[in-house]
């Protein structure tokens, strides 16, 4: 064993895949190219497939902001594009990650609004998880002088995310009530912070009975995810919520439709029970597809029910609502700055502990957002058995580790 883990720790200083390092070694042998750190996913499947290695540093085309990452953020979508259940994701090999904060370092042609030293936090399309970024300037925002790198790679996705599905899908008013899935993670912290900027609004939140103690106070009620709450819930709303979130989909997409009552939204903005091993399972998928409940347009008409779906990803990269976005952004530093809301940060993890974060996702652990540090040095301890499996019978590239991910902590914030 002390060989192995000596064997698995060297191969971590490295992190440098075979297939991949060939990448790297093509960029420039003469050594004129800037390179950079990044996380490059070799091919779909498991934990083994991601790797730290070295890319060429990209320059900023016309339009664009060049950024010195500081912080990027790790989202339950990560671990979709990691085991190919994206819609076309990008033909590996992939530097995934969607959400950055840093300093911008030099602009391209035809960029105003930024200088070079601002502390900015930004969108990307892919590339986030790198030690430099380049991004259009209509993505990138300048974060508040009293808001960490940490704090800004947990906000914009999240908060942007959780705004526009409370105010500009579900409009939400005073007296309303919600009920958020996943209520202790990233997007579910944010929805319940921003449900308390207005008056008596009643949050129904449903976790794993963990976490409880710790999100008690962020909602109205809370529930464990594996309890039947449709009936305690209308214990307390016999007619049911008026806003019903969900990430999860499967069986809850028709428990959420039952929960709404008359002119309730239903939005669905994931579909995290596709998710339930390492490597994407054909079974959980069908199962999930299979447990959807059919939606009847005649259904909905007569009873006066609202079906949504929300991608801010899809708002932003594919379908052009920057101006959109931006108006969001304005509003939620607004409120950042009147101490009205604050991103909840999980932990910080350096980038060659990537795997060990996605675990954490994997297992539902985090309260709040996990971060990727590009400048924390990695825990040896930590950085060495990423690769143990979720799926009892599924086979790794690589040995596997002393399967004791969920009691190992990262660098708490």
């Given at each position: 064993?002390?060989k192995?883990?000596a064997?698995?720790?060297?191969?971590?200083?490295?992190?440098i895949?075979?297939?991949?390092?060939?990448?790297?070694?093509?960029?420039?042998?003469?050594?004129?190219?800037?390179?950079?750190?990044?996380?490059?996913l070799?091919?779909?499947?498991?934990?083994?497939?991601?790797?730290?290695?070295?890319?060429?540093?990209p320059?900023?085309?016309?339009?664009?902001?060049?950024?010195?990452?500081?912080a990027?953020?790790?989202?339950?979508?990560?671990?979709?594009?990691r085991?190919?259940?994206v819609?076309n994701?990008?033909?590996?090999?992939?530097v995934?990650?969607?959400e950055?904060?840093?300093?911008?370092?030099?602009?391209?042609?035809?960029?105003?609004?930024?200088e070079?030293g601002?502390?900015?936090?930004?969108?990307?399309?892919?590339?986030?998880?790198?030690?430099?970024?380049?991004?259009?300037?209509?993505?990138v925002?300048?974060m508040p002088?009293?808001?960490?790198?940490?704090e800004?790679?947990?906000?914009?996705?999240?908060?942007?995310?959780?705004?526009m599905?409370?105010?500009?899908?579900?409009?939400?008013?005073?007296?309303?009530?919600?009920?958020?899935?996943?209520?202790?993670?990233?997007?579910?912290?944010?929805?319940?912070?921003?449900?308390?900027?207005?008056?008596?609004?009643?949050?129904?939140g449903?976790?794993?009975?963990?976490?409880?103690?710790?999100?008690?106070?962020?909602?109205?009620h809370?529930?464990?995810?594996?309890?039947?709450?449709?009936?305690?819930?209308?214990?307390?709303?016999?007619?049911?919520v008026?806003?019903?979130?969900?990430?999860?989909?499967?069986?809850?997409?028709?428990?959420?439709?039952?929960?709404?009552?008359?002119?309730?939204?239903?939005?669905?903005?994931?579909?995290?029970?596709?998710?339930?091993?390492?490597?994407?399972?054909?079974?959980?998928?069908?199962?999930s597809?299979?447990?959807?409940e059919?939606?009847?347009?005649?259904?909905?008409?007569?009873?006066?029910?609202?079906?949504?779906?929300?991608s801010?990803?899809?708002?932003?990269f594919?379908?052009?609502?920057?101006?959109?976005?931006?108006?969001?952004?304005?509003?939620?530093?607004?409120l950042?700055?009147?101490?009205?809301?604050?991103?909840?940060?999980?932990?910080?993890?350096?980038l060659?502990?990537?795997?060990?974060?996605?675990?954490r996702?994997?297992?539902?652990?985090?309260?709040?957002?996990?971060?990727?540090?590009?400048?924390?040095?990695?825990?040896?301890?930590?950085?060495?058995?990423?690769?143990e499996?979720?799926?009892?019978?599924?086979?790794?590239?690589?040995?596997?580790?002393?399967?004791d991910?969920?009691?190992?902590?990262?660098?708490?914030?």
């Amino acid at each position: 064993m002390a060989k192995e883990g000596a064997d698995m720790t060297e191969e971590t200083e490295f992190m440098i895949d075979k297939n991949v390092g060939k990448e790297a070694e093509n960029v420039d042998s003469s050594g004129d190219a800037k390179e950079m750190r990044a996380v490059v996913l070799a091919g779909f499947g498991g934990l083994n497939k991601l790797r730290v290695t070295k890319k060429a540093m990209p320059e900023p085309q016309d339009g664009e902001v060049k950024i010195r990452v500081k912080a990027c953020g790790l989202n339950f979508l990560d671990l979709m594009v990691r085991q190919g259940t994206v819609d076309n994701p990008p033909k590996p090999p992939l530097v995934p990650g969607f959400e950055c904060s840093g300093i911008v370092e030099s602009l391209g042609e035809n960029t105003k609004g930024f200088e070079i030293g601002d502390r900015v936090m930004a969108f990307v399309n892919y590339n986030a998880w790198a030690e430099v970024v380049c991004t259009p300037v209509d993505f990138v925002y300048k974060m508040p002088d009293e808001m960490t790198f940490a704090e800004a790679a947990a906000f914009s996705l999240n908060f942007v995310a959780a705004y526009m599905m409370l105010f500009e899908v579900a409009s939400l008013r005073e007296g309303m009530s919600v009920l958020v899935h996943s209520a202790g993670g990233g997007v579910g912290q944010a929805v319940a912070q921003l449900c308390s900027t207005v008056p008596n609004v009643t949050v129904f939140g449903i976790a794993s009975c963990f976490k409880h103690a710790a999100i008690r106070d962020s909602v109205t009620h809370l529930f464990d995810r594996n309890v039947d709450y449709i009936q305690e819930v209308k214990k307390i709303c016999p007619e049911g919520v008026d806003v019903v979130l969900d990430c999860l989909c499967g069986e809850n997409t028709g428990k959420g439709l039952t929960l709404l009552k008359p002119l309730g939204t239903y939005i669905l903005y994931g579909a995290s029970n596709m998710v339930t091993g390492e490597t994407k399972s054909f079974f959980s998928f069908a199962k999930s597809w299979w447990q959807v409940e059919k939606v009847n347009p005649i259904k909905l008409y007569e009873e006066n029910k609202v079906i949504a779906g929300f991608s801010l990803l899809n708002l932003l990269f594919k379908q052009g609502r920057c101006s959109l976005v931006k108006s969001v952004m304005d509003k939620l530093l607004c409120l950042y700055e009147q101490k009205k809301i604050k991103p909840v940060v999980d932990s910080l993890w350096a980038l060659e502990e990537v795997k060990e974060a996605m675990q954490r996702i994997h297992d539902r652990g985090n309260i709040g957002k996990l971060i990727l540090d590009v400048e924390k040095s990695p825990t040896p301890l930590m950085a060495s058995d990423s690769t143990e499996t979720s799926e009892a019978g599924e086979e790794e590239e690589e040995p596997e580790g002393d399967n004791d991910s969920k009691e190992r902590m990262p660098f708490i914030h």
